[in-house]
T-cell receptor, first 114, second 112 residues
Framework: EAQVTQNPRYLITVTGKKLTVTCSQNMNHEYMSWYRQDPGLGLRQIYYSMNVEVTDKGDVPEGYKVSRKEKRNFPLILESPSPNQTSLYFC?????????????FGDGTRLSIL | DQQVKQNSPSLSVQEGRISILNCDYTNSMFDYFLWYKKYPAEGPTFLISISSIKDKNEDGRFTVFLNKSAKHLSLHIVPSQPGDSAVYFCAASAGGTYKYIFGTGTRLKVLA
């Protein structure tokens, strides 16, 4: 089954404790991306990756890091989480091809930073 | 500055009638537009898209209209079904960037 898998689905942690949210896709997609969803703000893009070892900033990259060492994986790293990073996070992937390719989304990770 | 706006946070429609969801944008460089549907506790799923060289795209019960001069797009669902009840997001991308800007979403409720 084609899917984007995020782990963990839920996490409550404290300010400053480094955490990683993993994302893996099994569709051989070149493009992967991270979004956060906040009430009244919709989905905002954090980082995206066009292919292995190629990443770029989205609209809200501050406080986040990513890496793309393998095609299927795109982890999101919060080196020193703060309460304003409490949010619902989604990973997505698509073929690179022409623009406007529909993205496949994971089911989300709800992070609470106390 | 919100480049993609969905000004109606919610919409209620009777089953069988037409649902019209609207989206406005400010960046004239946007040339691809997509609609996603989102159920609670799930990720968004792709619904339909349109490029700026077209003004209409249809897929079954779903039609997207693009008015470039007004910087406005709309999603029509005909006929609406209770299973269409979800949050709908429009998204836009500018040529060559692969960056996507999403609207804030419209919650559609289809009443049986």
């Amino acid at each position: 089954e084609a899917q984007v898998t995020q782990n963990p689905r839920y996490l409550i942690t404290v300010t400053g404790k480094k955490l990683t949210v993993t994302c893996s896709q099994n569709m051989n997609h070149e493009y992967m991306s991270w979004y956060r969803q906040d009430p009244g703000l919709g989905l905002r893009q954090i980082y995206y990756s066009m292919n292995v070892e190629v990443t770029d900033k989205g609209d809200v990259p501050e406080g986040y890091k990513v890496s793309r060492k393998e095609k299927r994986n795109f982890p999101l790293i919060l080196e020193s989480p703060s309460p304003n990073q409490t949010s619902l996070y989604f990973c997505a992937s698509s073929f690179r091809g022409q623009e406007g390719q529909p993205q496949h989304f994971g089911d989300g990770t709800r992070l609470s930073i106390l | 500055d919100q480049q993609v706006k969905q000004n109606s946070p919610s919409l209620s429609v009777q089953e069988g009638r037409i649902s019209i969801l609207n989206c406005d944008y400010t960046n004239s460089m946007f040339d691809y537009f997509l609609w996603y549907k989102k159920y609670p506790a799930e990720g968004p799923t792709f619904l339909i898209s349109i490029s700026s060289i077209k003004d209409k795209n249809e897929d079954g019960r779903f039609t997207v209209f693009l008015n470039k001069s007004a910087k406005h797009l709309s999603l029509h669902i005909v006929p609406s079904q209770p299973g269409d009840s979800a949050v709908y997001f429009c998204a836009a991308s500018a040529g060559g960037t692969y960056k996507y800007i999403f609207g804030t979403g419209t919650r559609l409720k289809v009443l049986a």
